[in-house]
């Protein structure tokens, strides 16, 4: 090799060579797999601009996505322990906990905030799927129902949007009774008057369907949500049949009652502010005329004795 070789080849190499290319620059739909730019998905909320398949929104992106701009508040979720059962399967349950709130930055798989839709006050419970698939143990109970009083002592409708797989199996029968606890929650808020909202997104399934997200005054959900307890192959291998086109889907359950409206990501924050408007409005907006002549006078002529019969 000469000495050009050995010199001045390695240097005019490294001024020419290639950048190491990010590899979260392009995300690829997971319905019709088209390749799509992230600044691009972004921008268009996380929505295929190709398909209009809604992938998955994390919880403080959902937080800002429906808060007015002026911004929200998130409170302190309450403490549990962790690891209750010390639970091991090929890993430890507290190196999970760890590893995911690393990636995603929250305590557990909800965040609880406080702020303004549409000028209306609100408290919203968002689930993040990042973190161990959104799966309900005892710290998300007990934070459904601390954003339950939350919303009770602001006299604030409450909005829980779940994403998530289910209980979670680490914490064995302590996240079964989440179920129940979250249902508690519920049921305060309804005692006290408190609107309660749920918006369903993909997925929805297991114990948090079987509990709180089914429950709601009004039940929203993203277009192609997957809702549903079991999954389609164990519903299909129980009763031996093939499911219908579309079964679990949010158009389905919405098309069979179990879903009040289907609503695109784009217009979530102009509907919950229209339907808090008018749980916050409660006088009607025009004035009411009886059908039939005056209400009370009606009345009175009622309460009269009938007249005798002439002869």
């Known amino acids: 090799m000469s000495w050009l070789d050995r010199f001045a ?13 990010p590899e979260d620059l392009w995300e690829k739909c997971e319905k019709c797999e088209q390749m799509i ?34 911004g929200y508040r998130t409170i302190e979720l309450p403490e549990v322990t962790d690891d209750p059962l010390r639970f091991r399967d090929r890993k430890r349950y ?31 419970a968002a689930f993040d799927f990042g973190f161990l698939g959104g799966s309900m143990g005892t710290a998300v109970g007990e934070s459904l129902l601390a954003a339950a009083r ?11 949007i779940p994403s998530s797989g289910g209980a979670r199996m680490q914490e064995g029968v302590l996240s079964l009774m989440q179920m129940a606890r979250t249902t508690i929650a519920v049921d305060e808020l309804k005692e006290a008057g408190v609107p309660y909202i749920v918006l369903l997104t993909n997925p929805t399934t297991g114990g948090v369907t079987a509990s709180f997200a089914m429950l709601g005054d009004i039940a ?69 005329i009886a059908l039939h002549g005056d209400a009370p006078a009606a009345r009175a002529r009622a309460d009269e004795p009938a007249p005798a019969d002439a002869d």
Not at 9 to 21: E, I, N
Not at 150 to 160: G, K, M, W, Y
């Open 9 to 21: 080849r390695p240097k005019v190499s490294g001024l020419f060579r290639r950048q190491d290319m």
């Open 94 to 124: 507290a190196d999970r906990l760890r590893e995911a709130r690393g990636a995603t930055g929250h305590d557990d798989a909800i965040v609880v905030a406080h702020g303004k839709i549409g000028g209306a006050p609100a408290v919203i």
């Open 220 to 288: 929203i959900a993203e277009p192609g949500a997957v809702i549903g307890f079991a999954g389609p192959r164990v519903i299909e291998e129980t009763i031996r049949e093939t499911l219908p086109e579309g079964f679990q889907r949010a158009e389905y359950l919405r098309d069979h009652g179990m879903v009040d409206m289907v609503v695109h990501r784009r217009k979530l924050r102009e509907t919950l502010s229209m339907l808090l408007s008018l749980l916050r409005d409660k006088k009607p907006v025009a004035e009411v």
């Open 37 to 70: 730019f992230h600044r691009e998905l972004e921008s268009n909320l996380r929505v295929c601009p190709r398909c209009d398949h809604h992938m998955r929104l994390g919880a403080d992106k959902r937080l800002a996505l429906l808060f007015d701009d002026e």
């Open 150 to 160: 939350l919303a009770v002592l602001q006299e604030a409708p409450l909005i829980v």
